[in-house]
């Protein structure tokens, strides 16, 4: 599977941004999708999920209420809604994808280029 993130930028504090991650695999409703973040000098940092079964999403505590995850299978595409930005969500975040395997561990097995997402205070 390839994967390809892409809508960040640079937004002010209670702003918003949608990134989006397009796959290329015939096969990318069967798969487990998720966001995860990683700012400098932390380790990567699970963000968001969606199962490719019943759509069940799940999300850090850090952005529950702030962020949706979605998918357009049809598309192929992946999205991450954030709302309510806040400086520490400042990242470079990355999509990926998965068959089998825990949800929120960053052992996904396909990984898109990150996507910068600055927020200013």
């Known amino acids: 599977v390839q994967l390809q993130a892409s809508g960040g930028g640079l937004v002010q504090a209670g702003g918003s941004l949608r990134l989006s991650c397009a796959g290329t695999?015939?096969?990318?409703?069967?798969?487990?999708m998720a966001w995860f973040r990683q700012a400098p000098g932390k380790e990567r940092e699970f963000v968001a999920s969606i199962s490719w079964g019943n759509g069940r999403t799940v999300y850090a505590d850090s952005v529950k209420g702030r962020f949706t995850v979605s998918r357009d299978n049809t598309q192929k595409k992946l999205y991450l809604q954030m709302d309510s930005l806040k400086p520490e969500d400042t990242a470079d975040y990355y999509c990926a994808a998965q068959s089998a395997g825990s949800i929120t561990s960053p052992n996904y097995g396909y990984w898109g280029q990150g996507t910068q997402v600055t927020v200013s205070s």
């Open positions: 695999e015939h096969s990318f409703s069967r798969y487990t």
